[in-house]
């Protein structure tokens, strides 16, 4: 079973930067593909970005390209999010989740393992 701990979270005006980490523990985090979701209060929980199990490919959705990037670093078991050109609509509550399948989906029920969330605020 695989735990998920997200930080990094905050208050920050628009064009603005952050970085969210996801911290793993307790299974191998080499054999998950890992994506980052968020959810607004009232609306259902969204894809943002995914990386596969190597990290040579990654995935975004349309509203976060050109302004997120994901990374991992399978020696330190992390996964992060670089925030860049934030936006108020970004606010939400940003979740890590793993998948360890192969695939490639974006639908929230491929991932098995979730983490707490962390909140972003974007502020105009």
């Known amino acids: 079973q695989v735990q998920l701990v997200e930080s990094g979270g905050g208050l920050v005006q628009a064009g603005g930067s952050l970085r969210l980490s996801c911290a793993a523990s307790?299974?191998?985090?080499?054999?998950?593909?890992m994506g980052w979701f968020r959810q607004a209060p009232g609306q259902e929980r969204e894809f943002a970005a995914r990386i596969t199990k190597s990290g040579a490919r990654t995935y975004y959705a349309d509203s976060v390209k050109g302004r997120f990037t994901i990374s991992r670093d399978n020696a330190n078991n992390t996964v992060y999010l670089q925030m860049n050109s934030l936006k108020p609509e970004d606010t939400s509550v940003y979740y890590c989740a793993a998948d360890p399948t192969v695939s490639g989906s974006r639908n929230p029920a491929a991932y098995a393992y979730w983490g707490q969330g962390t909140q972003v605020t974007v502020s105009s």
């Open positions: 307790g299974g191998t985090f080499s054999s998950y593909a």
